[in-house]
């Protein structure tokens, strides 16, 4: 009884979940009239805004990941060492974004950072971008830190600074030689959900006029019938490859932990 | 009539049959354990007693009722598991009370008996608390005072004692085993401790392989074991080849010896000797049957018993002797004899 | 657990802090100050001074009607999505399902719940959409015309459903560890103390799990009253929800008050921050009993 029950909950919701997937896809497939065709698929992957905007994004994304290994691994790595008593007010912080709504921070970035304040970031094409991307890691700030905060604990932090201190290292090396490549698997995992997260973000780029694929996203959606669910396909495929991989870099390390 | 009766148990789980024609009798009032090592069926027989299993053949009586077909909810059967498993979210007397309270009993009943178990578990002031405010052994106490609040016809503990560490195992078990003479309440205990087993019980039951290899108090199992599984599961123990000799006579490393019991073998067979170390004693003894040279081999002092390794008649022995301020204990490599009685051998069968 | 080692005893200029300096300066400058600026914006005149006039702006019709649409679209997805994610992870954990269903259902949540925004709105218009897959499946198969029953999926509920399907695997991912969670021994300790399935479920099994519940559906709100992306794909700028509201301000000053729109976005952060902290309070409450 109370499999028949379980049975029905489960299937009734995968119905759910599936028939979105199966309606974007059928529909992509509906552009010429009267038979299925990839030519949605043709138009869009024809469309040099499409490539544009996709590398566009790809790029923002590699600098979000620079940015947020370069801010989270050594704050991450410090907190850890030698500054216990900041964990509280770290950890408040990282968990801010979740918190503030993303259109509240880049409302609060355009007022900021206009050409008349001190930093004008939003006066030039290359300031905005760095602003967009400061906003993209800030997005991505508590899926890192968690990540690599995860990472971290464990291995021995301290012995293994002891040990490259003794052998001479300073802390470049520690931090680029020993750390990083011990929290890698964290920082991989974090990177991925970083990249799906960016590629797909649409508040910000909108609001900070940049030619990125969510707004591209948005605008053909706005003017075409075809395409749109194409992309909806393409974009869930990105989603689900940036999941899988993911979900290997902790198969991974776990497999490396239990052959340690 | 006994007043608890599993008979002709039987569980299958797939093609692994884990409990084999198991039978047991308890009297009321009656402290009996199961004792085994892991994978025995020990804790399979106490889940079927419980209601979590259903039994594949076989049938369970308590107090001439029929409850092999019963829920577990439906047996009034109190039960202390190993991980303590007290309600996180309930106070510690909101534990107590959740029996009572299941069976509609009034607040203000409840209330009193409440009070009552934990002044018998020695808690008295700690109704208030969470389980997670409490020691391992406070939270075991509190689950045996859950188990009894609904007055259950039996008590079954599963190795309740095994979370805890060393020192507060053995207080608490002194302290089940008062509140359960107190009570008078017939108890079946799973362990796979063998001092747990022996210490407390009326009655012993050692299982192996899903069968009960042999079911007595625990003088009777420890001193006239059965089996060969059972003597070398509960204490430590020495063996040696016997040759046999006649109905009743055996020679145990050259020499002569005459059993208090005939053996079941036939003359010129090699039977297993079994000796206890507290039966073997060191240097020449008067009266004794057997005296063997012996080479000291390792010497461990324990506090008030020394237990003493040497080699002789071919195999290494173990032997315990108390600790006396006067006699300091042998020294390694030193060559000496031990003795031995032929009353304290035990013939193992198979 | 070692003592430390007293060699600390001369009180130096606290230089490790600088180890923390360049996070401490970036979430300072791109997530605090700009945060800062929109709160005290929400009690600033143009020019300047102090006044409490935006927050008594904000009692207009339209921006009222907005939050209140927001407050009902951000409840009534969090509390669906909690109860139908609930319901499929109680049957995976516990419906006897087959073990095969749990890994790719967990895996399936984590992409869906990350699987928000324009394209989760387009997958939606080409299901339930005024051409969509289902929509016309059901004109030509069975004669039902969705619209005629008053369904439009750009509409509030049609916004409801599409957010369904983020919030609900968000709620599968929290909620089956807590499910994990519960120990088989207390159903056990229940069932021989004479309780019965009901009676676990609701003096044991679901107090254990309120706060998770109770706290994922916080989190859960915080995330559909924050949510932008879908919304505007789906129905453009002319919904009535705040953040589309705010989106529009910033794009275009639609109130005609800069001020007004930092109110409107002080007031989002109000609610958003209520939700979450009710959450992480939630969440330690729960992690402290489960120890």
Known sequence: ?260 | MSFLSLSHLEKTFGTNRVVKDFNLSVEKGEFISLLGPSGCGKTTVLRMVAGFETPTSGGIVIDGQEVTGLKPNQRNIGMMFQAYALFPNMTVAENVAFGLKVKGVAKDKRDARVEEMLRLIGLPEMGGRYPFQLSGGQQQRVALARALAPSPRVLLLDEPLSALDAKVRVSLRNEIREIQRELGITTIFVTHDQEEALSMSDRVVVMNGGIAEQVGAPFEVYNRPSTRFVATFVGTLNVFDGAVTGPQSVTLAGVPVTLAEPVEASKGATVALALRPEAVQLGRVEGADVVLPATIESVEFLGSIIRVRARAGGSVVALDTFNRMDAPPPAIGAETEVSLHARDLIVLAG | MPTEPIRRAPRRFPLHWLGILPFAIFATLFLILPTMRIVLGAFQTPDGGFTLQNMLDLNTDSIRAAYWTSIKLSFYTAALGCAVGFAMAAAVVFGGLPKGVRSPLLTFSGVASNFAGVPLAFAFIATIGPVGLITVWLRTEFGINLRAYGFNLLSFWGLVITYLFFQIPLMILIITPALDGLKREWREAAAVLGATGVQYWRMVALPILFPSILGTFALLFANAFGAVATAFALTGPQLNIVPIKLFAQIRGDVLGNPNLGYALAFGMILITAGANLLYIWLRVRSERWLK
């Open chain 1, 1 to 260: 009884m109370m499999r028949v029950v379980a049975w029905g909950v489960f299937l009734l919701g995968c119905l759910f979940f599936l028939l979105p997937l199966v309606g974007m896809t059928e529909f992509s497939l509906k552009m010429r009239r009267g038979v299925y065709s990839f030519d949605a698929y043709a138009a869009v992957f024809g469309d040099p805004a499409f490539w544009a905007t996709f590398g566009y994004s790809l790029a923002l994304a590699a600098a979000t990941i620079v940015v947020g290994v370069v801010l989270v691994v050594p704050t991450a790595y410090w907190v850890r060492l030698r500054l216990p008593q900041a964990r509280p007010f770290v950890e408040f912080i990282t968990l801010l974004p979740l918190v503030i709504p993303a259109i509240v921070i880049v409302f609060g970035y355009i007022r900021m950072y206009n050409t008349s304040s001190f930093l004008p970031l939003t006066g030039s094409a290359l300031g905005t971008d760095i602003l967009l991307t400061m906003g993209y890691a800030t997005l991505a700030l508590p899926y890192m830190y968690r990540s690599v905060d995860t990472g971290l604990r464990t291995i021995d932090v301290g012995t293994l600074t002891e040990a490259a201190q003794s052998l001479g290292a300073g802390w470049v090396t520690i931090l680029a030689r020993i750390i990083l490549p011990n929290v890698m698997v964290a920082v991989l995992s974090g990177a991925f959900l970083t990249l799906a997260i960016v590629l797909g973000e649409f508040t910000m780029a909108a609001l900070l006029n940049r030619p990125a694929f969510g707004p591209y996203m948005q605008l053909l959606g706005a003017n075409r019938a075809y395409e749109p669910p194409a992309l909806a396909v393409i974009a869930f495929a990105i989603t689900w490859g940036c999941m899988g991989l993911m979900q290997l870099a902790t198969r991974f390390a776990k497999h490396e932990r239990a052959k340690a």
